[in-house]
């Protein structure tokens, strides 16, 4: 799967750690930044994963702040993303199953990184439920 990443400044050290575990897995990994523990505004990154996974070019988006409130509420603006700030393995298969939930927000300082992993494999292996829920995202999507 080709999985697009970013992060800000409060969560590039996770970012790397989770990057490097995606190619382990075998995805291909695309990093939009930012590069480096220098303050960076969340949007700046936020918004490129999104916009890439908005356009087809990743399959999945994976964005991670200090909390992953801000790049939730920034990737979410971009048409066509349903974004989501997960804390745990069962919220990121009900995001998936319930919500086709298409870009994942982690936070890299209040959820350590092996949670962050289980999350991630969650998101990544969950399928989209369909069904009743089918309509609910057309709903959702259709505020875009």
Same mark, same amino acid.
């Given at each position: 799967?080709?999985?697009?990443?970013?992060?800000?400044?409060?969560?590039?050290?996770?970012?790397?750690?989770?990057?490097?575990?995606?190619?382990? #897995?075998?995805?291909?990994?695309?990093?939009?930044?930012?590069?480096?523990?220098? &303050? @960076? =505004?969340?949007? =700046?990154?936020? +918004?490129? +994963?999104?916009?890439? @996974?908005?356009?087809?070019?990743?399959?999945?988006?994976?964005?991670?702040?200090?909390?992953?409130?801000?790049?939730?509420?920034?990737? =979410?603006?971009?048409?066509?993303?349903?974004?989501?700030?997960?804390?745990?393995?069962?919220?990121?298969?009900?995001? &998936?199953?319930?919500?086709?939930?298409?870009?994942? !927000?982690?936070?890299?300082?209040? +959820?350590?990184?092996?949670?962050?992993?289980?999350?991630?494999?969650?998101?990544?292996? !969950?399928?989209?439920?369909?069904?009743?829920?089918?309509?609910? +995202?057309?709903?959702?999507?259709? #505020?875009?």
């Amino acid at each position: 799967m080709k999985i697009s990443i970013g992060s800000d400044h409060a969560g590039f050290e996770q970012k790397e750690l989770l990057k490097a575990y995606l190619e382990e #897995l075998g995805h291909e990994v695309v990093d939009r930044g930012c590069y480096s523990e220098e &303050r @960076v =505004d969340y949007p =700046d990154h936020a +918004v490129p +994963v999104a916009e890439d @996974v908005a356009q087809g070019d990743s399959e999945r988006g994976v964005l991670v702040c200090g909390t992953g409130i801000g790049m939730a509420l920034a990737a =979410d603006k971009v048409a066509g993303i349903r974004a989501a700030n997960i804390i745990n393995p069962q919220f990121a298969q009900l995001c &998936r199953e319930h919500n086709d939930c298409n870009v994942i !927000t982690l936070s890299g300082r209040f +959820v350590e990184f092996e949670e962050n992993k289980r999350i991630l494999d969650a998101f990544l292996t !969950t399928e989209f439920g369909g069904g009743r829920h089918a309509g609910r +995202v057309c709903k959702i999507m259709e #505020l875009d």
